[in-house]
């Protein structure tokens, strides 16, 4: 894959967005790899975890619109929608993350700018530098967040900030991203922290991990009705499924005092 670095081990998946020298800035070929190894984690039953990194200074400093650019008859091709997903070429490479049943986390330092910031908001956890540079970028060039964004920042923040940050443009630290509430943990070693948050993940039962993810990405703007319909939906499965069995009798589980007291 050009400039998207992939390795599986331990039932954990490293993706890197891996052009350092260009601050790791996304070209269509990028593009297409990022949704190629998305649908590679989803079909891939062994993936407990994915991690989502940058090589070198950055996680992201967005589109590379120079090279994005050069051919002026991909630009639009990569603006159709497919019917079949409901997304476009530059939406799919964040969205396809919410697709993989396993648990995202994107490990971001130094620059995560316009659509850089699009792909960490589509993962379903993320832990930042206090010194990172957070920016919805696409403001500074008279446009807005098209990379699924307008959807991730609504399920995180508030709409006036959301408007407030995509107007502005303004560059915040990874300290103020995660007090806005666009970040879940601040570490000075954020791949170190993704990468254990990611091997404690693993050791959890992967349906139930993937019931979660499902449940709260298709419920969190539904009626009350239907998220309560889906619950009963998706523990239903998981009470028939062997992998809960295996949750109710584990070593962690009979060490727990509260469990012990109820045998």
Known sequence: MSNIDVTV???????????????????????RDLTAAARRMRADKGIRA??????????????????????????????LPRPWRGTNLFQEACWA??????????????????????????????????????????????????????????????????KRLTMTAEVISGDEAARLGLVGQVDAQPYDAARALAESLAKRSPDQ?????????????????????????????LLLGTNAKIARVSGLKREDPVFRARR
């Open 9 to 31: 081990a331990g039932g954990i998946a490293d993706v890197r967005l891996d052009r350092p020298e260009k601050l790791n800035g996304l070209t269509l070929p990028m593009l």
């Open 50 to 79: 994915v991690i989502l990194s940058g090589t070198g200074d950055s996680f992201c400093a967005g589109l590379d619109f120079k090279t994005v650019t050069a051919d002026p008859k991909q630009l639009p091709l990569g603006m």
């Open 97 to 162: 993350w919410r697709r993989v049943p396993a648990p995202v986390i994107a490990a971001v330092h130094g620059h995560c700018y316009g659509g850089g910031v699009q792909i960490a908001l589509a993962a379903d956890l993320r832990v930042t530098t206090p010194d990172a540079k957070w920016s919805v970028l696409e403001g500074k060039w008279g446009l807005i967040p098209d990379m699924t964004g307008v959807r991730t920042l609504s399920e995180l923040v508030g709409i006036e900030t959301a």
């Open 209 to 237: 991990l993937a019931a979660t993810k499902k449940i709260f990405d298709r419920s969190w703007r539904s009626s009350p009705r239907r998220t309560f319909s889906r619950e009963r939906w998706e523990q239903t499965k």
